[in-house]
């Protein structure tokens, strides 16, 4: 009868010992996940940030400065007394639209659209 009590006991230690090893892993796992899915948040957000601040300084810049090297012909459009700016990416997928009119005294703002940011790698 004491022998049946050590093996079981031997059982069961080696059972506890694969349940903890795989819940350890299960934390591993969903850490690992959303320090990964932190990291690209926060890159996305940096990114989004730096678009509000080149959209700032373009309203920041009409009329005349302008000459900044960062709005030229590709981005900048004028029409009369209405500026745009249009920035891309890479691929030509819209990221920031800002529509902008000058009446002489001061700058209104027409239309701000910042678009999504997609990730390399991201499914669409």
Not at 42 to 68: C, H, R, W, Y
Not at 93 to 100: Q, S, Y
């Amino acid at each position: 009868m004491l022998r049946n009590k050590r093996g079981v006991a031997i059982e069961t230690a080696v059972f506890m010992m694969v349940v903890i090893f795989a819940m350890c892993t299960l934390i591993l796992t969903v850490t690992l996940f959303s320090r990964h899915h932190t990291l690209e948040s926060n890159d996305a957000f940096a990114e989004q940030v730096s678009l509000d601040d080149l959209g700032e300084d373009f309203i920041k810049g009409i009329p005349e400065g302008l000459t900044d090297p960062r709005f030229n012909e590709n981005n900048v459009r004028i029409n009369g007394n209405e500026y745009t700016l249009t920035v891309r990416d890479p691929d030509g997928k819209v990221l920031l639209n800002v529509v902008a009119e000058w009446d002489g005294a001061h700058v209104e703002i027409k239309r701000w659209s910042r678009f999504e940011i997609h990730q390399a790698g991201e499914n669409e």
